[in-house]
């Protein structure tokens, strides 16, 4: 298994759910520089093996996490949508 940052996964999938509902730019610049401005915001969470995933994955699913990471989505998105780069 190669190395994976757990909180890149987890913010790729909260973008992919939260986007469709915001009245924004999803070209693939302005996609790409919301995922960075939003893992900006996260402590990353590197792992090697499954079992590592798993047990970051389990963690991050308290309100607390959950809601950190949707914060750091919409800020991000907020951000990318005021001045796009594309």
């Known amino acids: 298994m190669a190395l994976i940052n757990v909180t890149e996964q987890i913010v790729e ?15 693939e610049k ?18 090697n093996t499954e079992k590592g995933q798993l ?6 699913t308290s309100i607390q996490k959950t809601v950190d990471i949707d914060i750091a989505c919409v800020k991000a998105i907020d951000i990318v949508s005021r001045s796009p780069q594309h």
């Not at 999938?13 to 070209?27: G, V, Y």
């Not at 302005?30 to 792992?47: F, S």
């Not at 047990?55 to 991050?60: D, Q, T, Y």
């Open 55 to 60: 047990i970051k994955l389990a963690e991050n």
């Open 13 to 27: 999938k909260r973008m992919q759910e939260i986007l469709p509902t915001i009245d924004c730019c999803k070209c």
């Open 30 to 47: 302005c996609y790409l520089d919301m995922m960075a401005i939003a893992l900006n915001y996260l402590k990353p969470q590197y792992v």
